[in-house]
Structures are given as structure tokens and as C-alpha cells.
């Protein structure tokens, strides 16, 4: 009874429940991504984003003490908070790592060279000593402390203002625009003028030119690099902009062609018929006709080709080199934030998340003709 019209098929709540799990396994990284973006180091190294709107209690790192010398009774005085601008509850700290939790608010402890230190529990701090300590190297402190939810704006402004070690990823940013833009514009215009000729002109090789664009979709990438770095550097292109467009252009024009041709098959043959009975050429006839009508399957190939390009590092690595003699595009630019070690991780994700923030704005403007696209010629 499932398959009779008007009852929907049993399956309908696997299928409900598996796009749903779909859309989740993509939006959690993605948001926890976003969230990870605005929080500090510490904070990123001791909870998980999922926790960052709730209040949290760890282990700060050490805070060296410093503050105005008074003289008060006799002794030397500095006193300060361990928090500036930050409502915290320290629940126990310490001036030793060996014990981070040894002394509790409002205790104090007798350190080296007559001197005190004493941490209530709202972090404000109170140093004693019997000489000045003027130029002196002063305590550490270590906290255990409640802190509320904590977001900054310095990791974009670090990224997108210039910092240390990443003032050059608003360059790789323009840079990476630089390469994406011709490179998706390029292929689509090729593709639409050959995928036209295959689709609706005759001439002898139609059928091999299709087997052959269709069997260039199992090429491997990798396969052509070097012979194609090695016919750049043989015309005189070498390693630049326009390479690295001619490359990306000719990866991505086997897709592009086999993906408009079977869209521009599908269309009313009675149209471009009709057209040429009216006395249109065939550039007239592609134009003004097979053009408007196959937007949805250019912008389906546009987003494809622009998230590609934008995401690649591969191609950039092989046939980029700017002037200044390095490959500067964003996900290059990412990895040496990274570095050897592993450290920066907010300002890592902050980078990250600018670099996948135009393409989220392309698909999301143009998906609804992904699927009109991707699903053109296989129906009649």
C-alpha cells in the first residue's frame, strides 16, 4: 500500500532523520569553528566551545605580579588584580606549579627575601615586602578560578589588521580573490562555448570529442602537474597568476563541459530550431537562447569550481609564486600559522573561519541551482 498515490513511502523518516544527521555532522564544526574564532588561548586550551556560554572553572596559567611600589608601615606594597576587567571567583591558587592549589582566597603566603603575597577571592592580590623591589623580578602566581563566558575581537583584528605572524593574511586574501575569480570565470566561459558545439552542432567526431572529455574526468590531478610545470616554464609563462588560472582552467573544464552539454541536450530542441527558421546564427542562438536558459547549470559548476579553487593548495603550491617569491594564498597562509608546533590555535581558527566564510556566502547564494544543475539530462 506504500507505493499507492497519495501515501508516502515508509522510508520517508529514515530519510528525514538521515539529512538531518547530515546537516549536523556539517554544522557542528562549522559553528564550533565560529565560536572557537572569537575565544582566547586560554580559554581554547582548557574547555571545549561547547561550554563557552556557561561559567568555567580551570587552572590558569601563571600570572607574573606587577603594580605601583608604595611604602606603607615600613613595608614595600604592591597591590593589584590578577583579572583586570574580569569578574572571577578564584577558588584556590598558589606561587608554585608543584602545588597550583595550595593556599585558599584570602590566605596568606610567606615567600623568600621577607616578602608576602596574599589573593582574596575576587583575584585582587597583595604583595608585602622589607626592601624595595624596584627592578626586582616578582612572584608568580597560579589560579583556580570561576570565570564567566569571555568572547574578544582581537584574534580577527590580529588577522584581519596585521600581527605578529599574521600580517600577511589579508594579502593571502586578496591574493587567494586574485586566483579564484578568473579561474572560475575562465573554465565557465570555455566550457559553455564547446559545451554548446557538442550538445547541438554537428561535424564528424562529435561522439569521440564526448568520450574523450568524459574519460578526462578519471585523470588524476597529480598526474599533470609536473608535465604541465614543465610546459609553463617552457613558454615563458613560469610561475604566476596566469598559470595557475591556465591550470586551474584546464582541471576544471572536463567537468564543466560534460556537465553543460548534458544540460543544454535536455533542452527543447523545437526552441533552437524555430530560431534558426528565423534567420539566428548560431552565436545568436547561444546567446540569447542556450545561455539564459543554462544558468542553472553554470551557476552549479560555479560553485563547484569557485570552492575548489579557493580551497586549493596543491595547484597554488605548484604554479603560484608572487612577488615577493612566495606562494601567498589563504590555506598556504594557514599552514605556516600553524607551524611545526602546533601553537596559535585562535588565531588558527579565526583564519580558518575567514577563509571559509566567502565560500559559505557563494553556496548559500547560489545553492538552490545546484541541484537543477547537477540533476540536468538525466530526466526527459
Known amino acids: 500500500m506504500d507505493n499507492i498515490a497519495g501515501h508516502k513511502s515508509s522510508l520517508t523518516w529514515a530519510v528525514h532523520i538521515s539529512v538531518v544527521v547530515l546537516v549536523a555532522l556539517w554544522l557542528f564544526p562549522t559553528v564550533g569553528l565560529l565560536v572557537s574564532s572569537f575565544r582566547t588561548a586560554d580559554q581554547i586550551a582548557t574547555s571545549g566551545w561547547w561550554s563557552s556560554l556557561s561559567q568555567q572553572e580551570r587552572q590558569n596559567p601563571a600570572i607574573r605580579l606587577e603594580g605601583a611600589e608604595v611604602l606603607d608601615g615600613g613595608l614595600y606594597v604592591i597591590e593589584g588584580a590578577l583579572f583586570p576587567g574580569l569578574e572571577a571567583e578564584v577558588s584556590a591558587w598558589g606561587t608554585s606549579s608543584r602545588a597550583p592549589e595550595a593556599y585558599a582566597p584570602g590566605e596568606t603566603a610567606e615567600l623568600t627575601k621577607g616578602r608576602t603575597v596574599t589573593v582574596d577571592a575576587a583575584g585582587n592580590f597583595r604583595m608585602t615586602a622589607e626592601t624595595s623591589q624596584e627592578g626586582a623580578r616578582l612572584p608568580r602566581v597560579f589560579t583556580t578560578a570561576t570565570t564567566p563566558p ?76 609536473i608535465p604541465l610545470l614543465k610546459l609553463h616554464l617552457g613558454i615563458g609563462i613560469g610561475k604566476g597568476y596566469l598559470g595557475v588560472w591556465l591550470a586551474h582552467t584546464g582541471f576544471g573544464l572536463p567537468l564543466a563541459i560534460y556537465l553543460l552539454r548534458n ?98 556566502v557563494v553556496f548559500f547564494a547560489m545553492q538552490r541551482y545546484l541541484v537543477r544543475g547537477l540533476l540536468a539530462g538525466s530526466v526527459k
Open 150 to 225: 569571555e568572547f574578544t575581537l582581537e584574534n580577527y583584528r590580529q588577522v584581519l589588521g596585521g600581527g605578529s605572524g599574521t600580517d600577511d593574511m589579508s594579502r593571502a586574501f586578496i591574493s587567494t580573490l586574485t586566483v579564484t575569480v578568473p579561474a572560475t570565470i575562465i573554465p565557465i566561459v570555455v566550457a559553455a562555448f564547446a559545451a554548446y558545439a557538442l550538445a547541438w552542432m554537428d561535424f564528424p567526431g562529435r561522439a569521440l570529442l564526448v568520450a574523450f572529455v568524459v574519460g578526462l574526468l578519471v585523470v588524476p590531478l597529480q598526474l599533470a602537474l
Open 263 to 360: 544540460y543544454m541536450v535536455g533542452l527543447p530542441r523545437d526552441i533552437i530550431e524555430n530560431a534558426r527558421v528565423d534567420g539566428a546564427t548560431e552565436f545568436q542562438i547561444f546567446t540569447k537562447i542556450i545561455l539564459p536558459l543554462s544558468f542553472p547549470a553554470l551557476a552549479s559548476f560555479a560553485i563547484f569550481q569557485f570552492l575548489w579553487t579557493w580551497n586549493d593548495l596543491l595547484v597554488a603550491k605548484v604554479f603560484l609564486i608572487d612577488s615577493t617569491g612566495r606562494t601567498t594564498v589563504m590555506t598556504n597562509q594557514i599552514v605556516e600559522l600553524l607551524g611545526t608546533r602546533g601553537g596559535n590555535w585562535e588565531i588558527l581558527a579565526t583564519a580558518a573561519f575567514v577563509s571559509i566564510s566567502v565560500p559559505l
